[in-house]
């Protein structure tokens, strides 16, 4: 009876003025929605389960998720601010992402939400085609919204999360350690692209400054390997490194890093290498100036 | 010096002359630089020069071949040269010109530079009047 006098309201506005369409029936659809929360909450989580999606969680906290999500878009259809949503979302983020939730994920359950909801309305209004459109048209921006909101935040949070990391590698990747007097080892580790060979560069020749090096020994052991590009990067670092004043020892070049750089031709002749980091080491102690420390290990002169 | 402005200004230190370049140079201040060096280096009777670049921070390519000419340029009239004071980012700069290292001595500040110099020309003989060294 009520629902009637409702719809005999919407249908004597005039069409064309959207907003205070939106206005009345938003409400309507709310009050709707928070009727039937517990049956169509169980719909949505079916929908997710038939989907394959949220693998990586448990039933429980598919339920407690679901629950919240379900309740935040009502309330942020009811009120049409997606602040509280913006916050909620990125909360929901910061706790699924370490748990290998992946975007596709997240879209997919919100864009499910969001059907199943749409179907429901359909369910209420299908004897009634101008009111549902009018309500699909209340409906439709704000759920498409919701989605949007939410999938952006979601890839902002898991992009924070990579940038990041991305500094804490950054920052542990290239240490320049000051061994002697005058005499650096800068051991990389790990895979060189350009980006961090262009870093390393800059690292290096600061420590050069600070320290007021004389030799440098770059040991790269624990490079897997290196292309042509990061190849010519290292070797304009040790001519600038000279230009500074200080030689540079390259120790630990791999069998396979040996091959790639006389293969692709990149021009070492002047570079000064060493097998491993201990002769590297003993090379710079003679080019310091401190004795070649011999059997019994005597002191610098 | 025939400049007008100090832009370098070429100090004698015993036998080394030190010049400090204080500001950016275009072209033909560094032409008239490299002019006044090599003939300061005759009146001085150097055997070594230093050129302090450390108020730069940027080196063209023009400047770093000058910087190799007046090396090649002092080492025919007797003195050897050594450019001290280029910061990390001028350095990567003049290597990613096309300059090679070996193409000019290098070290990191002044006192370096000095300390090269006397390990390779020996250290400063002691000031004599011109008219009696033997030639």
Same mark, same amino acid.
């Given at each position: 009876m009520r629902e009637d006098n409702r719809s005999d309201d919407a249908r004597t506005d005039e069409p064309g003025h959207a907003d205070r369409d939106q206005i009345k029936l938003l409400p309507q659809l709310v009050a709707h929605l928070r009727e039937h929360r517990t049956k169509l909450r169980q719909e949505w989580a079916v929908r997710i389960q038939d989907a394959h #999606? #949220?693998? @990586?969680? !448990?039933a429980q906290e598919i339920s407690a998720e679901t629950t919240s999500v379900y309740d935040n878009y009502v309330e942020v259809l009811e009120t049409g601010s997606v602040g509280a949503l913006q916050h909620y979302a990125r909360d929901l983020s910061e706790r699924i992402i370490p748990r290998g939730v992946e975007t596709h994920e997240v879209v997919g359950i919100v864009l499910l939400l969001r059907d199943v909801l749409a179907r429901s309305l359909f369910e209420k209004y299908q004897g009634d085609f101008p009111l549902l459109n009018r309500v699909l048209d209340a409906y439709e921006p704000a759920a498409n919204r919701i989605a949007n909101t939410v999938a952006v935040s979601f890839v902002d949070e898991r992009e924070r999360v990579i940038r990041q990391q991305q500094d804490a590698i950054r920052e542990l990747s290239t240490p320049v350690l000051p061994v002697r007097e005058r005499l650096l080892i800068l051991p990389i580790i790990g895979v060189l692209d350009s980006d961090r060979a262009k870093q390393l560069t800059e690292q290096l020749l600061a420590g050069i400054r600070t320290h007021r090096a004389k030799v440098v020994v770059i040991d790269? !052991?624990? @490079?897997?390997d290196v292309d042509e590009t990061v190849a010519n990067h290292l070797v304009q670092t040790v001519d600038a490194s000279r230009l500074m004043g200080a030689s540079v020892i390259i120790t630990g070049l791999s069998p396979k890093i040996a091959q790639t750089l006389v293969t692709i031709g990149v021009d070492l002749s002047k570079m000064n290498t060493i097998g491993d980091l201990q002769g590297g080491l003993e090379e710079a102690e003679r080019l310091l100036g401190y004795a070649a420390p011999p059997e019994n290990g005597a002191t610098p002169s | 010096m025939s400049s007008g402005p100090a832009l370098v200004s070429i100090l004698r230190q015993g036998s080394y002359l030190v010049a400090s370049v204080h500001t950016a140079l275009d072209d033909t201040e560094m032409v008239r630089f490299q002019h006044d060096l090599i003939e300061q280096i005759g009146a001085h009777r150097a055997r070594g020069v230093i050129i302090d670049?450390?108020?730069?921070d940027v080196v063209d390519s023009f400047a770093s071949r000058t910087l190799a000419d007046i090396a090649e340029m002092a080492r025919l009239r007797g003195a050897l040269t050594v450019v001290v004071g280029i910061r990390p980012e001028v350095a990567f700069t003049m290597v990613r010109l096309g300059m090679r290292a070996g193409a000019l001595p290098t070290a990191l500040d002044l006192e370096e530079g000095l300390a090269f110099l006397d390990a390779q020309v020996g250290p400063a003989r002691p000031p004599a009047a011109p008219g009696l060294r033997p030639r």
């Open positions: #999606l #949220l693998l @990586a969680m !448990t790269i !052991t624990g @490079a897997p | 670049v450390a108020a730069l």
